[in-house]
């Protein structure tokens, strides 16, 4: 084989090599193409996560905010109860001092 003919050999070669890269790179990004209808659902879908996440939030704060109230209501009702029933513990004693102040009168 003289030079020209390596030469000659070299370059059919690079050449196919080339055209064999292009023709991969052509058939990759069309099977990888993403169709204008794909994007406008992952658009749409983006949007109803985003709502869904803001409305989740929405929620939690109002669970949050309900179970401060239902917390403050319960401590206020705990604190009437032992009031309450202290109120009543002191009048059972008066009602007993004045049973027995009746029957040592008597």
């Known amino acids: 084989m003289n030079r020209q003919e390596f030469i000659i050999a070299t370059a059919v070669i690079l050449f196919a090599a080339f055209c064999m890269g292009w023709f991969a790179n052509w058939l990759a990004h069309r099977l990888s ?10 658009d749409r879908m983006s949007q109803e ?25 319960l401590s206020q009702v705990e604190a009437e109860l032992a009031a309450a029933m202290e109120g009543l513990r002191t009048t059972r004693q008066e009602a007993e001092e004045l049973r027995e102040r009746l029957n040592n009168a008597d």
């Open 33 to 42: 193409r993403v169709r204008q209808s794909d994007v406008a659902d992952l």
């Open 49 to 73: 996560l985003h709502e869904a996440e803001e409305t989740r939030d929405q929620a939690i704060t109002y669970l949050q905010q309900r179970e401060a109230e239902l917390s403050n209501q």
